[in-house]
């Protein structure tokens, strides 16, 4: 099976049929996709202009939408590369259980769904890597009330049932699952809470 690099030869082959390349670009997202497969996808599509069914797109715009998926990927490898560091040390120091703390990062080894969204037309407009520095950021600081990618105060909770069942705090702005570190205990209670039951929002 092709890795992540491998297939972005490919995408990057200007001797490449189109089709092949974009069909590179699609398989790169079972690698790496921050938001999901089809939420990712939908948003590249839409930052560089590629029509979703569009078999033969403008090489242009194919190689931009993998230059943010690189650069998104290095934002990812980086953060991955720091958390192995940190466990390291733990462990040397007799911590050989991973706190509470760490349970985002095991759900999201790889990158898959790191800023998952649950409704794939609705995700962030920046960047993919803007996105991935943000939650890291946040994930390095105290709690807070709001989404750490644009900063809304609309959280829910979220129950999904498929092959992969999955609960928790998903942001109404931009639409990812936040990393439930990422929020306080106020808030993810909040959120639990039905809608007409909640305080108001400043009051998180």
Request: overall charge positive; aromatic content about 6%; hydrophobic content about 35%.
């Amino acid at each position: 099976m092709a890795g992540f690099r491998s297939l972005a030869r490919q995408v990057r082959d200007p001797r490449g049929d189109l089709a092949l390349r974009r069909y590179s670009l699609r398989k790169c997202l079972e690698r790496f996709a921050p938001y999901g497969h089809r939420a990712t996808w939908d948003h590249l599509c839409a930052r560089h202009g590629i029509g979703p069914e569009d078999r033969e797109p403008d090489p242009v715009r194919l190689m931009r939408a993998l230059d943010e998926l690189e650069e998104a990927r290095a934002v990812w490898l980086a953060y991955e590369a720091g958390f192995a560091e940190r466990r390291r040390r733990e462990k040397h120091a007799g911590l050989r259980r991973p706190g509470a703390f760490d349970d985002w990062h095991r759900r999201t080894w790889g990158g898959h769904g790191v800023a998952r969204c649950t409704d794939p037309g609705v995700h962030p407009t920046e960047p993919l890597a803007e996105v991935l520095r943000r939650l890291i950021a946040a994930l390095g600081s105290d709690p807070g009330s709001a989404c750490p990618v644009c900063a809304d105060t609309g959280i829910e909770w979220r129950q999904e049932w498929g092959e992969k069942p999955w609960a928790g705090p998903v942001c109404t702005g931009c639409g990812i699952a936040v990393p439930q570190p990422a929020l306080t205990d106020r808030t993810l209670a909040r959120a639990r809470l039905p809608r007409h039951r909640r305080p108001a929002a400043a009051a998180a």
